[in-house]
């Protein structure tokens, strides 16, 4: 059974780099079709994509994010990251990566399930 | 970029009632929605994709239909775990990927 956890630092300074790590269990990060994503939520609110990567290390970026994501991948690993520069506040959320939901054999990297259990981070002097 | 506005924001119902969820796209998804349950203190899970197709292990009382810009998510009866919050979010046209605000399925 797939299983992500995300990790890394649950405090960051404004202006500074937020650093997350998935590491994926019960499978493989290099399947074909596979393309990997980070989303979070912040504090009581909805769900805003991130970007995603695929085993390869091709990236698509929300566009709202883009100058300040990098999303990489390290397949010996089994793992993806995300650095997100510049920080604010606003950016405190909870942090989750996401797998593409694959069915009878086919992977949607648009769909996304199973998630880790999210990461909380605090954007905080 | 699209927008889905999604319907009531807050919807109480007793068990054993029917819920009816609504999912509105600012421009045509086509059937390229999906609905996601979270619970409180859990990540969302996946219930239905391309608008009407049952995720793995989801049980038969969640069912989705519509297409272009209008969808529906329904509970044909709630159970005590059904309580929850529900997202759409759709892959029709990115980046972005975006999702919905959530309605909160509450108990009455």
């Known amino acids: 059974q797939l299983q992500l956890q995300e990790s890394g630092p649950g405090v960051v300074k404004p202006s500074e780099t937020l650093s997350l790590t998935c590491t994926v269990s019960g499978g493989s990060i290099s399947s074909s079709s596979s393309t990997w994503a980070w989303i979070r939520q912040p504090p009581g609110k909805g769900l805003e994509w991130i970007g995603s990567i695929s085993y390869s290390g091709s990236t698509y970026y929300n566009p709202s994010l883009k100058s300040r994501i990098t999303i990489s991948v390290d397949t010996s690993k089994n793992q993806f990251s995300l650095k997100l520069s510049s920080v604010t506040a606003a950016d405190t959320a909870l942090y989750y990566c996401?797998?593409?939901?694959?069915?009878?054999?086919?992977?949607?990297?648009?769909?996304?399930?199973?998630w880790g259990q999210g990461t909380l981070v605090t954007v905080s002097s | 970029e699209i927008v889905l506005t999604q319907s009531p924001a807050t919807l109480s119902l007793s068990p054993g009632e029917r819920a009816t969820l609504s999912c509105r796209a600012s421009?045509?998804?086509?059937?390229?929605l999906a609905w996601y349950q979270q619970k409180p203190g859990q990540a969302p899970r996946l219930l239905i994709y391309?608008?009407?197709n049952r995720a793995t292990g989801i049980p038969a009382r969640f069912s989705g239909s519509g297409s272009g810009t209008d969808f529906t998510l329904t509970i044909s009866s709630l159970e005590p775990e059904d309580f929850a919050v529900y997202y759409c979010?759709?892959?029709?046209?990115?980046?972005?990927?975006?999702f919905g605000g959530g309605t909160k399925v509450e108990i009455k």
């Open positions: 391309d608008a009407s």
């Open positions: 996401a797998s593409p939901y694959c069915s009878s054999g086919r992977c949607y990297w648009e769909w996304f399930d199973p």
């Open positions: 979010q759709q892959r029709r046209s990115w980046p972005p990927l975006t």
């Open positions: 421009q045509s998804v086509s059937s390229f």
